[in-house]
């Protein structure tokens, strides 16, 4: 395969990082790194590629349209992944306007900027621009909630956002796609199921369950637990990404999901038997649980038909949720300095988003 260069925005985050550390040890792509480095971009999580001489990085937000331009100019990308993205539901409850700023605001000027250099190259490399792709990266929680215990979320669900968080992703998603209606942009879109394993910042459920049960602090489940997701390896989520920037047909949707649907409960409580198992304690991990107030607006089933993917790029998940959550727990117990690190940062675990 030739080698490309890659345009990673958002690449010290949880997902982008998988990305970046699956393009450059896996492949023989050459990768810019564009971040901004709010409180969820570590580059602790990219210690394992930084020294890479087809590895760069860039401090940059993507709301900085000069910034934009220049980078694709110096950097002459064949292939943009877009991940940079406000994507706590939690923290878009407390503060919208800045998922507004980055999620709808920041995706319209990078896709200016990719159009602006792609016209440039239809007129100076007719072969390159042939070859440029815009792939953005979304989430399931643009459809909404299912209603029915059988439904699936297609490419063809209508979107029913529900949170400042998917409604902004939402919105960003639309304007990728005028784009390409509109202009010609060769965009792709996918949409994601939960994601988790190694280097997850630790507001969200699985870091922040795994790391007030080492402390044994409560574990706080919202409502009755009964709300479903469908649980998808962080890493199994790269490799995926990478395939349909590579292969996927323009202006295609294509789902991502690990075939892993389980109650928040179930995960907490399968979450205490891995670490009862792992590092036994007299009391059991169970006991930590507490029920608190529901999130406002909080949908209750996710599931993604991930079909589409499998049948035209031959995508599946190689993790099980078993397998991907032993991984996971396993990582953490491993990699105490990461995560102290973000703990004695931005966050300690406190409660987000509940009015």
């Not at 570590?42 to 220049?70: H, K, P, W």
């Not at 907490?268 to 406002?296: G, K």
Request: aromatic share 10%; net charge negative.
């Amino acid at each position: 395969m030739k080698t490309k260069n890659f345009l990673i925005t958002g690449g010290a985050g949880f997902i982008g990082s998988a990305v970046v550390r699956e393009l450059v040890q896996s492949t023989s792509h050459r990768v810019l790194n564009v971040d901004k480095l709010t409180y969820a971009g570590n580059l602790e999580s990219l210690a394992s590629v930084e020294g890479s001489e087809r590895y760069t990085f860039v401090q940059a937000d993507i709301c900085d349209a000069q910034a934009m331009q220049q980078l694709f100019k110096q950097h002459q990308p064949d292939v943009v992944m877009h991940l940079a993205a406000e994507s706590h539901v939690d923290r878009s409850i407390d503060g919208p306007a800045e998922f507004i700023q980055t999620n709808v605001v920041g995706t319209a000027v990078l896709l200016e900027a990719a159009r602006s250099y792609w016209k440039n190259l239809q007129q100076q490399d007719a072969n390159k621009a042939q070859a440029f792709r815009f792939h953005h990266i979304s989430t399931d929680e643009v459809y909404g909630d299912l209603e029915g215990v059988d439904d699936l979320f297609t490419e063809q669900t209508p979107y029913a956002p529900s949170s400042p968080y998917s409604a902004s992703k939402a919105s960003s998603d639309h304007l990728v796609r005028a784009w390409q209606r509109t202009y010609g942009l060769p965009t792709l879109v996918t949409n994601c199921s939960n994601n988790y394993g190694p280097y997850h910042f630790p507001e969200k459920l699985i870091p922040l369950m795994i790391l007030n049960a080492l402390a044994a602090k409560p574990l706080p489940v919202y409502g009755d637990g009964q709300q479903i997701r469908d649980w998808l390896y962080v890493e199994d989520h790269a490799r995926a990404l990478i395939k349909v920037a590579i292969e996927g047909k323009i202006g295609e949707t294509y789902n991502i999901g690990g075939h892993n649907e389980k109650a928040n409960l179930t995960v907490v409580e399968t979450l205490c038997d891995l670490l009862q198992e792992l590092v036994p304690q007299e009391a059991s991990y169970r006991d930590l649980i507490t029920f608190v107030t529901d999130r406002p607006g909080h949908d209750v089933r996710y599931a993604i038909d991930a079909s589409k993917i499998e049948r035209e790029l031959g995508w599946v998940p190689e993790e099980t949720f078993e397998t991907g959550l032993r991984k996971t727990v396993q990582w953490y117990l491993a990699n105490e300095t990461w995560w102290k690190r973000v703990q004695d940062g931005s966050y300690q675990g406190q409660r987000l988003g509940s009015l």
